[in-house]
Every structure is written in C-alpha cells, then in structure tokens.
C-alpha cells in the first residue's frame, strides 16, 4: 500500500528489508504489481529494485492469496469474539476481491448494523472515501479492480461524470452497496 499512496519514504525503507519486491500483500498485490499501474509511481520507486522484465503476479495467484486471507481473517475474528471488530470491511473487500458480491454485501451491511453508534441520521460504514476523506455514509462504492479503494456517493458521482479523476482508477468499475436502514 506504500507504493500505491507513493510514499516512498517507506518504500525505501520497506525494501532493505524485505528484499523481496513481490511479497504479496493481503489483496495478492505486490509492491511492483502496485508501481506498474501508475509511472509516476514507478519513477519513484528505488532504482536497484525495479524489475528488468516484469511479470505480473497472475489472478489465480491473488486469488488464492485473498482466499488464504479470508479464511484466516475468519478463524481469527471467531476466536476474538470481539463486540466491536472493525474486521468486516476488510472481509467485504476481500470477498469483493473474489467477485462473490452477495456476501461482500451482507459483511459491509452487517458492519453497519452491529456497529452504528445512532439510531438517527447517517450509518458509517468505518470507511473514510479514498478522495475527500470524509467518513462514508449512504452507499458505499468500492472498487473491484483496486484494493482497497472506496468512495462516497458525491465522489463516485463526479468520477462517472469525468469531473473528477482518481490516479489509481482510472476507467475502473465500482461496486455499489447500498445503504439499508435496519
């Protein structure tokens, strides 16, 4: 997510470390797969680490990686049997990852219903909107080609309309979920 957010103040630091370029983060990106979809993102990146040839890691790899991390994601909100687990936004996109939407769905609506604070006005859904930065409440749209991109409904109005422009999503589709009041 350092190299999608281009703080490369990280990336530098991250990479020593790591040694690794194409450790898979928890939505199966690696950190090159994230930098070749933005040059400017690339540009940035620490010469000595840019790939010669770059081979990006394939859906099925992701897959299987998002897959793992459900199922892990899962166990461990079982054994936590905590009232308040801000996990399920992170199990709806990791569903949204796998394209079973119905289940998305239910884990950011569930999310809502077990954890809003009023019984009046607006639901948030613990997601802040990857371009105002404002709490999203209302519908929610989350990217299906991005992870863990989500935007408000006033956002993804002008971004349908061209009026504005989102670096890491370009032309991309987004998945509605729509607010329901329980």
Request: glycine share 2%.
């Amino acid at each position: 997510m350092a190299t999608w957010h281009l703080h490369t103040d990280v990336i530098n630091h991250l990479i020593p470390v790591t040694k690794d370029p194409y450790l898979l983060d928890c939505f199966g990106w690696n950190s090159i797969d994230w930098a070749t979809a933005d040059p400017s993102v690339l540009s940035k990146f620490p010469l000595e680490t840019r790939p010669e040839e770059y081979i990006p890691t394939s859906v099925a790899t992701r897959k299987s990686h998002v897959r793992r991390n459900i199922s892990n994601l899962a166990r461990a909100m079982l054994q936590a049997n905590v009232a308040n687990d801000n996990r399920l936004p992170v199990l709806g996109e990791y569903l949204l990852i796998m394209h079973d939407t119905t289940d998305a769905e239910h884990a950011f609506q569930l999310n809502v219903h077990l954890y809003a604070t009023t019984a009046e006005g607006p639901l948030a859904y613990w997601l802040a909107c990857n371009s105002c930065e404002t709490d999203i409440t209302g519908n929610l749209y989350i990217c299906l080609t991005c992870a863990d991109t989500a935007l408000c409904e006033d956002c993804i109005t002008k971004y349908k309309d061209k009026t504005k422009e989102m670096r890491s999503c370009k032309d991309h589709v987004y998945h509605g979920i729509l607010s329901h009041r329980h």
